[in-house]
């Protein structure tokens, strides 16, 4: 048993938490998958995609946001958001290499 761990998480790892956390929610996930690749959304689109009111999806999009699994930029007076799928790869990345050393 790694004892060193019990008591505190590697800083590398803390950020992990919120990525899984926002990966967590059906909602989220829905959003996500509504991303072709390289494409680039707005609210609006998102929001007419779903079932959910357009503060709803701007809460989740914040939150996917914040976890580093979507990038956004302004375009005139609307967000539009991406998927950082590089660094949402490089991190999952690092929990599998984990992983996989630990078989």
């Keep these: 048993m790694r004892k060193d761990y019990a008591q505190t998480i590697p800083s590398q ?3 992990y938490s919120g990525l899984f956390a926002a990966l967590g929610d ?3 996930q829905r959003i996500l998958l509504s991303f072709e690749p ?3 959304l707005n609210v609006t689109e998102l929001t007419r995609a779903s079932a959910l009111s357009r503060p709803t999806v701007s809460h ?3 939150l996917l946001c914040e976890a580093g699994v979507l990038e956004r930029t ?3 007076r609307e967000m539009h958001f991406r998927l ?3 660094a949402l790869i490089e991190r999952l990345r690092t929990v599998i290499d984990y992983l996989e050393a630990h078989r």
Excluded: I, T, V
């Design 13 to 15: 790892w803390l950020e």
């Design 26 to 28: 059906p909602e989220r």
């Design 84 to 86: 950082r799928a590089d």
């Design 74 to 76: 302004r375009h005139g």
């Design 60 to 62: 989740h999009l914040k």
């Design 38 to 40: 390289g494409e680039s």
